[in-house]
C-alpha cells in the first residue's frame, strides 16, 4: 500500500513540475550584409505552436540571461497564437545570434524598458512620443502622413506637406487618407508602437482599390519604417508618391541646403534658390540609374551610370544646419522606375511607378517601403544607424520550425 502511494505522489509531483515547465522556441538572428550592429531594433510575428491567454508571460534569453523585450498579442481575443516581440540586437558582420523565448502561465516575466516610446491618442492624432527626446505626430486619417516631428530644439516638418499619393492611369494625382479612412494600433509599448491605416477607395479614377500603410516607430532609435501595400485587380494604380516639406533653414550662399545621394557611389549637391537634384533608377534600362540636377523649369543629367551598373542604394540625407532627414527605400528602382528629387526649400518628393501586368495577367504585388530617419545635422555624428543598415535589417527565423 505504501508503494501505491509513494508511486502517486511521485506521479503528481512530476505532473506538476512538467505543468510548470515552460515553453520554448529558439530564434537565430542574423547579419546579412556584412555591418557590425551594435544595437539594432527587432521585429518578429511568432506562430506558437498552440494559441495561450492573452495574459501569458513571456521572456526572452540571451545566452541564459533574460533580456529586455516586448512581447504583445498579435491578434485580438482571449487566446492567441500570434505573438509580436520587438527587442534589440547585437550582431558581428555577417554572423548569427541565437536568442530563446520562453513562455508559460507560471513564467517569472523578463524585464521592460523604463522609458522609451509612449503612445497617446486625441481625437485627430496619434502622438508617439520619446520623452524628453522625439515626438511624432501622425494624422488619425493619415493624410499629410506626418503632422510633425519634435526632436528639440527642432520641428523637422511643416505642417502643409502633401503625404502619400497614389496616380492613376489618367495622371491624377490621390492624396490617400482623409474621411473613410480606418486606423487602429497594432501594438504599443516601450519598445515599439505600430499603427496601421487602410481604405477602400470609392472614387470613379481608384473604385475598389485598397491600400493599408502600417507605420512602425522602433525604440530606441528616431526613425518611422512605412510600408504600403495596394489592392488593385483592376489595375488602376500607376504610381505611388510621397512628398514632405521638411522645414529646413531658408538656404543662402554660406548655408545651402546639403543633399547627398545614394546611386551605385554616394553623389552630393548643395542646392540654393529653386535648385533641385533627383536620383532617377529603373533596372530594366541600359543604364540603371542617373542623378539629374536645375531649376524648376528643366533638370539636366548630372551623372549617369555605365551600362549594367550596380542598382543605386535608392537613400537620400537632406540637410541644413541643424536638421537632417536619412530618407531611404527597399528596392530602389528594381520594380520599375523610381525617382527621388530634393528642392533647395527642402520638399522631398519620391514616386514608384508600378509595373503592369504581364501578357498572362500577372503582375508584381504593389507594395512600397521607406524609412525616414530624423537626426540631428551632422548625421555622421548624431545617427548610429546609416541608411544602408535600415535597407537590410538583421534577419530573424524561427529554428523549431
Known amino acids: 500500500m505504501k508503494s501505491v502511494l509513494w508511486c502517486l505522489l511521485t506521479a503528481v509531483v512530476a505532473s506538476s513540475a512538467a505543468a510548470a515547465e515552460p515553453h520554448r522556441l529558439t530564434l537565430q538572428v542574423h547579419e546579412p550584409v556584412g555591418v557590425h550592429r551594435d544595437g539594432s531594433p527587432v521585429h518578429v510575428l511568432l506562430e506558437l505552436p498552440q494559441p495561450v491567454d492573452a495574459a501569458t508571460r513571456f521572456r526572452l534569453l540571451d545566452q541564459g540571461q533574460p533580456i529586455v523585450a516586448q512581447f504583445r498579442p498579435g491578434a485580438s481575443g482571449d487566446q492567441t497564437a500570434s505573438w509580436w516581440l520587438d527587442f534589440v540586437a547585437r550582431c558581428t558582420p555577417h554572423g548569427s545570434r541565437r536568442y530563446v523565448v520562453e513562455y508559460g502561465p507560471d513564467l517569472e516575466p523578463g524585464p521592460q524598458r523604463s522609458g522609451g516610446h509612449k503612445l497617446t491618442e486625441t481625437d485627430d492624432t496619434f502622438v508617439i512620443s520619446n520623452a524628453p527626446y522625439i515626438d511624432w505626430t501622425v494624422p488619425r486619417d493619415l493624410r499629410g502622413f506626418l503632422r510633425s516631428v519634435d526632436f528639440p530644439p527642432s520641428e523637422h516638418l511643416r505642417p502643409d506637406s502633401v503625404g502619400l499619393t497614389l496616380r492613376d492611369r489618367e495622371g491624377g494625382s490621390h492624396p490617400l487618407g482623409g474621411a473613410g479612412s480606418r486606423a487602429e494600433v497594432v501594438r504599443q509599448g516601450r519598445m515599439a508602437v505600430a499603427l496601421r491605416f487602410e481604405k477602400t477607395e470609392t472614387d470613379e479614377a481608384l473604385r475598389g482599390v485598397h491600400w493599408r500603410v502600417d507605420l512602425l516607430f522602433p525604440g530606441p532609435v528616431s526613425w518611422v519604417d512605412m510600408r504600403l501595400n495596394i489592392e488593385d485587380p483592376q489595375n488602376r494604380v500607376e504610381a505611388a508618391g510621397l512628398q514632405l516639406r521638411l522645414n529646413l533653414n531658408p538656404p543662402t550662399g554660406a548655408t545651402r541646403t546639403l543633399v547627398e545621394l545614394g546611386a551605385a557611389r554616394t553623389v552630393y549637391r548643395s542646392l540654393l534658390g529653386n535648385q533641385q537634384v533627383e536620383l532617377r533608377a529603373d533596372q530594366r534600362q541600359s543604364s540603371p540609374w542617373q542623378v539629374l540636377r536645375g531649376d524648376g523649369r528643366?533638370?539636366?543629367?548630372?551623372?549617369?551610370?555605365?551600362?549594367?551598373?550596380?542598382?543605386?542604394?535608392?537613400?537620400?540625407?537632406?540637410?541644413?544646419?541643424?536638421?537632417?532627414?536619412?530618407?531611404?527605400?527597399?528596392?530602389?528602382?528594381?520594380?520599375?522606375?523610381?525617382?527621388?528629387?530634393?528642392?533647395?526649400?527642402?520638399?522631398?518628393?519620391?514616386?514608384?511607378?508600378?509595373?503592369?501586368?504581364?501578357?498572362?495577367?500577372?503582375?508584381?504585388?504593389?507594395?512600397?517601403?521607406?524609412?525616414?530617419?530624423?537626426?540631428?545635422?551632422?548625421?555622421?555624428?548624431?545617427?548610429?544607424?546609416?541608411?544602408?543598415?535600415?535597407?537590410?535589417?538583421?534577419v530573424v527565423r524561427e529554428l523549431d520550425r
Open 298 to 394: 528643366q533638370l539636366q543629367p548630372f551623372v549617369v551610370s555605365p551600362p549594367r551598373s550596380a542598382a543605386a542604394e535608392g537613400w537620400a540625407h537632406i540637410m541644413d544646419r541643424k536638421r537632417c532627414l536619412a530618407v531611404a527605400f527597399d528596392r530602389f528602382g528594381q520594380q520599375g522606375e523610381e525617382r527621388l528629387n530634393v528642392r533647395a526649400d527642402g520638399t522631398l518628393t519620391a514616386v514608384k511607378k508600378f509595373i503592369g501586368a504581364a501578357p498572362d495577367g500577372t503582375a508584381p504585388p504593389k507594395a512600397w517601403r521607406a524609412w525616414l530617419h530624423f537626426v540631428h545635422f551632422p548625421p555622421q555624428q548624431s545617427a548610429g544607424t546609416d541608411p544602408y543598415m535600415m535597407q537590410h535589417p538583421l
